[in-house]
């Protein structure tokens, strides 16, 4: 799975995010020459002129919306405890120290860099191995609430 066009994958799922400069489904033919299998697509924007026939997407009200809630619903379906990190300073150290330690007995995955706001942790989630039984999440924060919606998808 990739949010960005520009990276290589192997029969991966693209989902475009828009942004305030930017839309992700722009970038579309891009992804899918390096090597999208499948994209998520907001319902209301229109199709690329030179979409390969038969190209799956899957037609969604919001993207972002979307790739949270199947990043929920992967979550509940592995069922490994989450541990989850925030605070004003210190956070990637401490969850890298976490993980250390919970690794000597648990299969373990964790945020990878500091992918720790509302795009971040669902892409984390969705990259962690079905069989991980400790999920170390780091949790940022920018505006007052976020850390609330951000760990939904870990409860």
């Not at 992700?24 to 319902?43: P, S, T, V, Y």
């Not at 390969?52 to 509940?76: C, H, I, M, N």
């Not at 989850?84 to 000597?104: F, Q």
Request: charged share 20%.
């Amino acid at each position: 799975m990739t949010i960005d066009s520009r990276k290589k994958t192997v029969d991966g799922l693209f989902v475009p995010i828009a942004g305030d400069r930017f839309n992700g489904h722009d970038f579309l033919l891009q992804a899918i020459e390096n090597g999208a299998k499948a994209a998520m697509w907001r319902e209301s924007m229109p199709l690329p002129d030179k979409l390969p026939s038969g190209f799956p997407l899957f037609l969604v009200k919001d993207t972002l919306e979307a790739l949270q809630s199947l990043a929920k619903s992967y979550l509940r379906e592995c069922g490994p405890k989450v541990v989850a990190v925030t605070g004003s300073n210190g956070k990637t150290t401490t969850k890298d120290m976490i993980e250390s330690v919970l690794s000597t007995v648990y299969k373990t995955y964790k945020t990878q860099g500091n992918l720790n706001n509302h795009i971040g942790l669902p892409l984390t989630i969705l990259a962690m191995p079905e069989d991980t039984e400790v999920l170390i999440l780091e949790m940022g924060m920018n505006h007052f609430g976020e850390l609330t919606f951000l760990s939904q998808p870990a409860l």
